[in-house]
């Protein structure tokens, strides 16, 4: 049996070693998790004109969009609050393309971290840009000092979603690295879980065949923990399904 092709979005990053070449990557976990999951994972360059993403596209069984920095305002209308890190706008067309092609033709897609901002945002969504100057009084959820594995919160899963059926519902202890979160949810999407402080945690389109999208990140959580594995099997399962 032939393994489900599953495609990572990559980011742009300069090789430490001279002579410093641009180098289009992913951090490893995200492509461990999706082996764990038994799935094949494939890198997606950010930076591609539109038809030959398109023909990687066509080729995917399901799609995982993964974490890193802030996506360009300007994509949800807003003016920017200056507060922004590391934003490569050519990254975010890329990922906006490939999640709006994923939700109109079905394609299983799992979101993660920036993913979910990517996903809510491709949906017609809003994003809080700076968790602390937006939001005082928040939970602490940018932990660039500790362990990305470290659990930083809880989140309340939504009875009955489809989160729920992957990590089960009531209180799961999640990590937790972003300083933006969803704001308004893109019609089609609804909320899978939150933070005790509010903030978004989860997201899913209930007319999809799987389009699961979390702010926490599972894939450093898969050897310890079952119920992250799900999340990788569940978009591979589905992958498969199709
Ligand atoms: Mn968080």
């Not at 990922?95 to 945002?121: D, S, T």
């Not at 519902?169 to 019609?187: F, L």
Request: charged share 20%.
């Amino acid at each position: 049996m032939t393994l489900p092709l599953i495609g990572i979005t990559g980011r742009v990053e300069q090789a430490v070693r001279p002579p410093n070449p641009l180098l289009h990557a992913v951090a490893q976990s995200y492509v461990r998790a999706v082996e764990l999951g038994q799935g094949a994972p494939l890198i997606i360059p950010p930076h591609l004109e539109q038809d030959h993403l398109r023909a990687i596209f066509e080729r995917l069984d399901g799609l995982l969009l993964s974490g890193g920095g802030d996506i360009e305002p300007a994509f949800f209308g807003e003016p920017s609050s200056g507060l922004l890190w590391q934003v490569d706008g050519q990254r975010d067309r890329t990922e906006l393309a490939l999640a709006r092609w994923a939700l109109a033709e079905k394609l299983p897609l799992l979101a993660i971290c920036r993913g979910i901002q990517v996903l809510n945002v491709a949906a017609g969504g809003t994003l809080i840009q700076d968790i602390p100057t937006q939001m005082p009084g928040a939970l602490a959820h940018n932990a660039v000092l500790r362990p990305l594995e470290q659990i930083a919160h809880t989140v309340e899963i939504v009875a009955g979603s489809r989160l729920a059926g992957l990590v089960g519902d009531g209180k799961v202890e999640v990590n937790s690295a972003h300083h933006q979160a969803v704001k308004s949810v893109g019609p089609g999407l609804v909320i899978s879980a939150r933070a005790p402080d509010g903030i978004i945690e989860g997201l899913e389109a209930s007319n999809h065949p799987f389009c699961v999208g979390v702010q926490w990140h599972p894939e450093v959580l898969v050897a310890d923990r079952p119920e992250m594995r799900r999340l990788f099997e569940g978009l591979v399962e589905a992958a498969r399904n199709r």
